[in-house]
């Protein structure tokens, strides 16, 4: 039906910056909003930043003025730029979108997860 594909993690060093990207393929019909995840080891996962279909961001205290979500509803993509990165931004960060997706004649909605990418900060 849907995939959601993240990529752009990596390993980096305290202050740098990585650009992250998801991108949803499959039997799209519209794509409501879009987010990033992150869950770091031992932890729970939290809501890094989402962003509306009309562009409406939000952001997690502890990356405001770091990351900036973006998106690109003519190809179904959700970036989030991270700059200033910190050790304690090591996690894996997930892509989650919530799809209307053509299925037969009908149109479903339902919520999708991406794979998951590893960021890494050295201190």
């Known amino acids: 039906q849907v995939q959601l594909v993240e990529s752009g993690g990596g390993l980096v060093q305290a202050g740098g910056s990585l650009r992250l990207s998801c991108a949803a393929s499959?039997?799209?019909?519209?794509?409501?909003?879009m987010g990033w995840y992150r869950q770091a080891p031992g932890k729970q996962r939290e809501l890094v930043a989402s962003?509306?279909?009309?562009?409406?961001?939000n952001y997690a205290d502890s990356v405001k003025g770091r990351f900036t979500i973006s998106r690109d509803n003519s190809k179904n993509t959700v970036y989030l730029q991270t700059n200033s990165l910190k050790p304690e931004d090591t996690a894996v960060y997930y892509c989650?979108?919530?799809?209307?997706?053509?299925?037969?004649?009908?149109?479903?909605?339902?919520?999708?997860w991406g794979q998951g990418t590893q960021v890494t900060v050295s201190s």
């Open positions: 989650n979108a919530d799809v209307i997706y053509y299925s037969g004649t009908y149109r479903r909605t339902n919520d999708y």
């Open positions: 499959g039997s799209i019909f519209s794509i409501n909003a």
């Open positions: 962003i509306t279909s009309g562009g409406s961001t």
